[in-house]
């Protein structure tokens, strides 16, 4: 198969299914705010910044095995662990105390053995993505408490992290009730719409958390500005 | 009526979704009156330090004037009566007739000294404790301390009182922390500000009481005396008595000399 021909599926595939095109576009919008914020840039949002720079560079494959005809689905849910863990990954190098970073090594061995185990076929593809997230989501909701009890923060909404967190808490609750029917799409005799609707609103929910990801990118310079006051 | 899988999972994720926003906005409207708290539990703190300080200062200017009013009482009642009977042993020796004229010169100096250390301790005792403050008011006071310097500087003094009369009186504690400011701006001119003129504009307003102080000297930079530990500790006294009596001090430096804006808010005239 010709480049041109893999072209030409991947922009029929998008004309058909334009939601997994905008869900393959979107993460563009925080990365280009996050090159103009570069200047304000912390630790933490250069972590997301690479995540993004990640789900991009992740989701080419996807395009060309669809175009191509080649079973990813393997492929889709291993990416999907990948994203869970390195969204964990920027929680475990953020954050200092001791105590709080044995827990989260341990969520991320869980998703580590999880994927090794999928990886050699031992558990089913995608059965339980939504442990993944269901651990992913604790973390976000425990951030969230943590920053109520640290009131040091003038603004939150002007925040980065708020926003990154608030697109992270987002992903993995409104994706929860999705990941967890998964199993049921794979194993069942569920009709194959159900599963490409299952797909769809999972792709404008991961939107949302770019666009979040987004405003948490344009707030760095208003956020640094504060905190130079 | 039953529903799908597609409208369960719609619908729950909905909820879920709600729930979700929900959180959010709660942790924005928590975190925020949690930091309206923060910021209101501070000011309360720092209120109290700042009071606290205040009353530090207060009484350590209370200590001050206390030992002042001591030392003085000392000097005039110990070291005074001391010198008093040397005066009359003194004079006693003066009224003999004595022979040899070297002893005679001597009883002479001796009396002369005397004199000069009744004159010197009155002096430093006056000025330890303000008496025509005390009595007569701050106007008197001032005159007296002005016309003082005067006779023994080459310095021109320059009062001017609007609003206040001879027979004001304000709280002992404002008369007198206004008095010893005086003080310390005239002594820190007589020393550094080779001014040839000093005016004082004292003034009193709606209560509070306005003044100005300004020489016509070399002028000075605030940032460089208070880069120097070892220099402007006159400046800093001044601020400090005039923290505990709802002071407030400008200095102004125009093109020549100083000019030093006083307000004392909150001061009201005793009957």
Redesign the interface.
């Known amino acids: 198969m010709q480049l041109s021909q893999i072209l030409d599926e991947i922009i029929r595939i998008s004309t058909k299914y334009p939601e997994y095109a905008v869900g393959s576009l979107i993460p563009i919008l925080p990365l280009v705010v996050g090159i103009f914020t570069k200047k304000y840039a912390t630790k933490s949002s250069k972590l997301i910044f690479w995540f993004i720079v990640f789900f991009i560079l992740t989701d080419i494959p996807t395009w060309i095995t669809t175009a191509m005809d080649i079973n990813n689905l393997l492929y889709n849910d291993t990416k999907i662990y990948s994203i869970n863990i390195f969204l964990l990954t920027v929680y475990f190098l953020g954050i200092k105390r001791g105590s709080d970073r044995i827990v989260l090594f341990s969520f991320l061995s869980i998703m580590g053995i999880g994927l090794v185990l999928q990886l050699f076929g031992i558990i089913e593809k995608g059965k339980y993505n939504w442990i993944n997230v269901l651990l992913l989501g604790s973390v976000a909701v425990w951030y969230f408490v943590r920053l109520i009890d640290y009131p040091k923060i003038r603004d939150l909404l002007v925040y980065p992290f708020f926003w990154f967190n608030s697109g992270i808490l987002f992903y993995c609750f409104s994706t929860l009730l999705i990941f967890f029917f998964f199993q049921y799409s794979i194993t069942s005799d569920i009709k194959n719409q159900t599963f490409f609707l299952f797909r769809s609103i999972l792709e404008y929910l991961t939107s949302v958390m770019f666009v979040l990801f987004a405003i948490g990118f344009w707030n760095l310079k208003k956020n640094a500005q504060i905190k130079t006051k | 009526m039953k529903f799908s ?2 409208t369960y ?2 619908l ?2 909905s909820i ?2 709600f ?2 926003l929900s ?2 906005v709660f ?2 409207y ?3 009156k ?2 309206k ?2 910021i209101k539990q501070n000011e309360e703190k720092q209120a109290i330090e700042l009071e606290f300080q205040k009353k530090l200062l207060e009484n350590s200017m209370e200590v001050q004037e206390i030992e002042r009013r001591r030392l003085a009482k000392d000097l005039h009642d110990e070291v005074g009566a001391l010198l008093s009977v040397l005066k009359m042993g003194n004079n006693q020796l003066v009224k003999k007739e004595m022979e040899d004229e070297s002893i005679k010169q001597l009883v002479n100096n001796n009396k002369e000294l005397i004199d000069e250390s009744i004159g010197l301790v009155r002096s430093i005792s006056k000025d330890l404790v303000p008496q025509t403050l005390e009595n007569f008011g701050l106007i008197h006071a001032i005159e007296e301390f002005f016309n003082k310097i005067e006779k023994n500087s080459s310095i021109e003094f320059k009062f001017l009182h609007k609003n206040i009369s001879e027979k004001s009186r304000f709280a002992p504690k404002v008369e007198l922390s206004v008095f010893r400011i005086i003080q310390e701006l005239s002594n820190n001119a007589l020393k550094h500000s080779e001014a040839s003129k000093i005016d004082l504009i004292l003034n009193f307003e709606n209560n509070i009481m306005f003044l100005i102080f300004a020489d016509n000297g070399v002028g000075f930079s605030m940032e460089e005396v208070l880069r120097n530990p070892s220099s402007g500790l006159g400046i800093r006294n001044i601020e400090s008595r005039l923290s505990i009596i709802n002071g407030a001090i400008k200095i102004l430096n125009p093109e020549k000399g100083t000019r030093f804006e006083i307000e004392i808010s909150d001061c009201h005239e005793k009957n």
């Open positions: 899988i597609e999972l719609i729950g994720t879920v979704i729930f979700i959180f959010i942790v924005v928590y975190q925020r949690q930091f708290l923060e």
